[in-house]
């Protein structure tokens, strides 16, 4: 199979990569990536499928939950290859504490690049500010694009394929970098992702049987934690500013008497519930025809309409509409 000469290559690219060079990360990755074996979505499951059955190997590598899944084939103390799966998700606006680049497999991708100006920081992890599209571009199979760490690489991808994969070639990275939101605000996820991964099925329940105790507990819990992490537990809990019960019950006075924090937090939070509406929406296309149509429809509500005639000429160009 041809994951076999994937394996490969992929051990060979990182340690080539690991050798110190003056050629920095980024082209090192993209002039490697280049040359990967492209693999069917079908050898990508086999390859799952005999890794999760291999029973010599007790615990199995886990990087992140970016992706669905992410799949490591290849890592070192510096560098990971990995093939990452989207199928009924695309990315939101984000960035990356690490450097490299990434190959499309399956599927074309529509990538957008983003600028962030920061005008006020209200808390530790917070930035409210002006969130601007740069660049809208559709990568098709066998394209590569480097991947740039912080600010100069704020992006969102959106697959027009489903399910779809990509290789990444790319530093292990450390820290944690910004999420965004549409289109004034950002955040650090912090340390709460691990505290609210262990406690969501808890959360899950005081939701379903007490509203009351529920509200409460949000309460008790947004004490103890940051703004930032607040923010993820927003999303998270899909607590949008219209729900009078559970908004108090998280922001505390302060936080929603700071008028600039608020109206980003207001025009974010309903961002992205128009951002989860369209992935679900997304998840039940059923073409090609279909996914692209949906990006229009989406990439229209960020009111730019220079990136829709331009994504519009990408998508006829690409013969996908």
Same mark, same amino acid.
């Given at each position: 199979?041809? @994951? !076999? *000469?994937? #394996?490969?290559?992929?051990?060979?690219a990182i340690a080539k990569a690991n050798i110190c060079t003056e050629e920095d990360a980024r082209s090192k990755a993209f002039r490697l990536l280049r040359h990967a074996p492209l693999i069917s979505f079908e050898e990508f499951l086999y390859a799952i499928a005999s890794r999760v059955q291999d029973t010599s190997v007790t615990t199995l590598p886990h990087i992140h939950d970016f992706g669905e %899944?992410?799949? %490591?084939?290849?890592?070192n103390e510096n560098w990971i290859f990995e093939i990452i799966a989207w199928n009924m998700r695309s990315t939101s606006m984000h960035e990356h504490t690490f450097e490299g680049a990434f190959k499309v497999v399956t599927g074309p991708q529509i990538l957008n690049g983003y600028e962030f100006k920061s005008s006020s920081h209200p808390h530790n992890g917070v930035e409210v500010g002006t969130l601007k599209w740069t660049d809208t571009r559709v990568l098709n199979v066998g394209d590569c694009e480097i991947i740039s760490t912080g600010e100069r690489g704020i992006h969102s991808l959106w697959s027009l394929? #489903? %399910?779809a994969l990509l290789y990444v070639l790319r530093t292990v990275g450390d820290g944690e970098g910004w999420d965004y939101l549409w289109p004034s605000l950002r955040f650090r996820r912090s340390s709460? *992702?691990? !505290?609210? @991964?262990?406690? *969501? #099925?808890y959360l899950d329940a005081l939701e379903a049987f007490s509203e009351k105790i529920y509200v409460s507990c949000l309460n008790k819990l947004s004490e103890q934690i940051g703004l930032n992490n607040k923010i993820y537990l927003a999303i998270q809990r899909f607590i949008r500013p219209d729900n009078t019960a559970k908004w108090p019950a998280l922001f505390d006075a302060e936080e929603r008497d700071n008028d600039a924090l608020s109206r980003a937090l207001i025009d974010g939070l309903s961002h992205l519930d128009h951002f989860l509406r369209f992935n679900e929406l997304r998840g039940a296309a059923t073409s090609p025809y279909e996914l692209a149509t949906l990006a229009l429809s989406y990439h229209s509500h960020l009111q730019k309409p220079d990136l829709v005639r331009m994504l519009h000429a990408h998508l006829c160009e690409a013969k996908l509409i």
């Open positions: 199979m041809r @994951t !076999i *000469e994937l #394996k490969a290559f992929a051990i060979d %899944p992410s799949f %490591p084939m290849a890592l394929e #489903k %399910p709460v *992702e691990r !505290i609210y @991964t262990s406690r *969501e #099925k």
